[in-house]
Structures are given as structure tokens and as C-alpha cells.
């Protein structure tokens, strides 16, 4: 299993977005994780489709969009013109979930399902099987640069053999506190796809940093399941 590194330009220089993507892209960076928030669901605004349009001109990157937003169905056509490849939504900010994926779906672009660090990962044990990702939260959303949160590590674990079991073909996405110290716990437990922000944005060689953590990824290797 390849691990994916999705650097989260949530901790880049917005003034130099154009620049800051290309850094991660030429060191391997897979997609380009974009965090909308809304200042409801969680306790910060940020950026918009119209941000997501204009990255979509600098990058051949997978836009992977993160909404940390209440009531998600409402913005989903914005996003998908803006260009987003890949719409996550919080299982906990949308009654209907199982409707919400699907329409994602229907727009044909990747349906992603998240959860925050208190919500079990069986509340979404039906939904992951309409999900092409599950983003599990290491840290509270809502800002870069918090401490991960060492329990989550077991929920990675519950998620994949959950995966496995019911042969799903969801992957498991984390975010929050990732970094080269956390990356061997989160693989191990069964995680692909790595998204980065602070760790890769204030460091002073982005591109660098990127190449390390894949690195270290595939020295670690996932043992599927048994850790
Ligand atoms: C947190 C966001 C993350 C954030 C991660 O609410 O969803 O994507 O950018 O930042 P770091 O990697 O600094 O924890
Ligand atoms: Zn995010």
C-alpha cells in the first residue's frame, strides 16, 4: 500500500499560494488538502470556492477539500465548479449523511466522510461504504498546528479493519499533528493518505519535509492490521 502525502495549505503563505503549491508538488506531494471552515462548525473562518478556483489553475494536483462546515449540501455545487476533485464532509454536520454522499457522488468527483476525535468511528460504519475516503481527525478541527491526539490511533486501527472485513474500497485519510514523529503510529494503524500542515509549511524546507515523511512512511510499511 503507497502512502499519500496531502500538504494542507491552511499553514502555507496565502499571499504566495501559487508558490507554496508548486514547492510541495515538485517534492511528491499526491493531492492538496484545502481546509474550508466557517466559523460555526468550528471555531475559525477561512477560504472559499473562489480560492479553490484560482489553486485550480496552479496545480495538476488532486484538490482534496476538507469542509469543516455546517450544513454542507448547500455549498457542495460551488466547490465541485471551483474544481475540487475530492469534497469531504463531517459526519457530525449533516443529518443526512447517507443523502450527502451520495450527491457528492453524483457530481462525480471523490466522496470523502470525517469525524472528529470524539465520534466513534461505528457511526459511520454504513456511510464508509459510500465514502471513497474516511479523514479521521487526529486533532479537534479547526486550526493548524495543535497536538495530536494519541487515541485516535486506535480508531485508525478500528477503521481499516473495518475496511477490510467488509472489503470497502474507502481509504483512510488522517489530519491534525502529523509530522515525522506521529507518521510511523498512524501507518502502522493502517492510515494512507497523510495530510500536513504546519509541519510542512513552517518548516524552512517544505519540500523537504515532504520528501521525509514519505520516507518514513515506507520504511515503516503497513502490516495489515497486525500491530
Ligand atoms: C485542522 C485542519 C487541518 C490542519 C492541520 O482543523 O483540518 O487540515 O491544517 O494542520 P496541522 O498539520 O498543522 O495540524
Ligand atoms: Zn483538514
Known sequence: MSIRIAP??????FAALGEEIRKVEEAGAHLIHVDVMDGHFVPNITIGP???KSIRKTTK???DVHLMISDPDKYIPAFVDAGADM?????EATIHLDRTLNFIRSQNI???VSINPATPVRNVEHA???ADMLLIMTVN???GGQTFIPYTVEKIRQARQLIENRNYRCVIEVDGGIDTDTVPDVVRAGAEVLVAGSAIFHSPEPARKVREMLEIAASVGYHHGYV
Open 110 to 112: 471523490g466522496a470523502g
Open 141 to 143: 478541527p479547526g486550526f
Open 50 to 52: 473562489p480560492v479553490v
Open 87 to 91: 469534497l469531504t464532509v463531517h459526519a
Open 61 to 63: 494536483l488532486p484538490l
Open 128 to 130: 464508509v461504504a459510500l
Open 8 to 13: 494542507s495549505i491552511l499553514s502555507a503563505d
